[in-house]
Every structure is written in structure tokens, then in C-alpha cells.
């Protein structure tokens, strides 16, 4: 049986446009207890909504768990690590105040623990989600729309050095 999973990552620092042009990549850098416990439950196989924090709070993406936990070599605090790749970009993002806003997102980690940067989704959350995301955005969040079509300057290269990349 295929989990679901929440990872959240901060843009500026590493977003969904970077996944897309790197291919895959380790998901490393957890920190928290709870968190680290939740990403070493991941399974290949395993599903995560890609949820952009920060100024954006947004989910904008689903990738695939492709190898397990393992320990990161390269972290001294004991972190642990797993191997993702990008499935899809969702049709539209989906933001935390549409979220908020779903009384069917009662009980959902993201909205009970909020600085958790991994975390388990119910098979009903997931697939709520995935309605909204085709769904027309709410009044509300039409400005986190606007911010979709700028994600990829968040990654801090220039859309022509991107595209330039993307051709070798």
C-alpha cells in the first residue's frame, strides 16, 4: 500500500522547478524528531505533496519516494535521508488558507503542527486535495496563483541561465 506524505521546503532554498530540472534528488536536512520518525517510515513507492513554505505556503507538487531512508553521511547531527523524484506539478497550487478554509482538513498536520517539515497525509486528506487542485482557486487564493507563474526566479537562477541548462 502506497503512503501519503506532506514535505514542505522553503522555495528560495530548494522548489519544485529545481526538482523538476534536477530529476531527482535526496530529500536531507531534517532536523526535527517527529519529522526525521516520519521520513524514515518512507517506503519506495510512497507519494508526497511538494509544499512550497515561506512567503508562498502553497502545494504545488507531487514526487515519489524512489529509495528509503538511509543515514546522511554528510550530516554530524544524525540526520536521515531519502531518495524523491518528481511525479507532477499540480494543475494549480493549492494554498494553506484554501486549506484553512476546507472544514474536511479538520485534523490535518499541517494545520496542527505547522512547522513540521514532514508529515503523514490520511488517504481522505490526499484525496481532497487533489480535488481542490482541480477546482477554480477561491477568491482567496488568486494571489498565490499569480505566485505560481514566478516560481521558477525563486530558485535564484535566471529563467534564461534555466533554459540554457536544460538544453545540455
Given at each position: ?51 512550497h ?20 553521511p554528510?550530516?554530524?547531527r544524525?540526520?536521515w ?7 507532477r ?80
Amino acid at each position: 500500500m502506497v503512503a501519503h506524505w506532506l514535505v514542505k521546503q522553503e522555495p528560495s532554498t530548494y522548489s519544485w522547478v529545481n526538482l523538476e530540472v534536477d530529476g531527482e534528488t535526496e530529500w536531507d536536512g531534517v532536523h526535527n524528531a517527529l519529522a526525521l520518525r516520519h521520513l524514515r517510515t518512507m517506503a519506495p513507492g510512497d507519494l508526497a505533496l511538494f509544499y512550497h513554505s515561506g512567503s508562498e505556503r502553497a502545494c504545488v507538487g507531487i514526487l515519489r519516494v524512489v529509495r528509503g531512508p538511509r543515514p546522511d553521511p554528510n550530516d554530524p547531527r544524525g540526520s536521515w535521508t531519502v531518495r524523491v523524484r518528481p511525479v507532477r506539478p499540480l494543475r494549480r497550487p493549492v494554498t494553506l488558507a484554501e486549506i484553512r478554509n476546507d472544514s474536511g482538513f479538520a485534523g490535518f498536520d499541517l494545520l496542527r503542527i505547522s512547522r513540521l517539515s514532514v508529515m503523514p497525509v490520511s488517504d481522505n486528506h490526499w484525496a481532497l486535495l487533489l480535488l481542490h487542485e482541480r477546482n477554480r482557486a477561491p477568491s482567496v487564493g488568486r494571489t498565490a496563483m499569480g505566485a505560481r507563474s514566478g516560481r521558477g526566479k525563486t530558485s535564484g537562477t535566471p529563467p534564461r541561465e534555466r533554459a540554457a541548462r536544460r538544453r545540455h
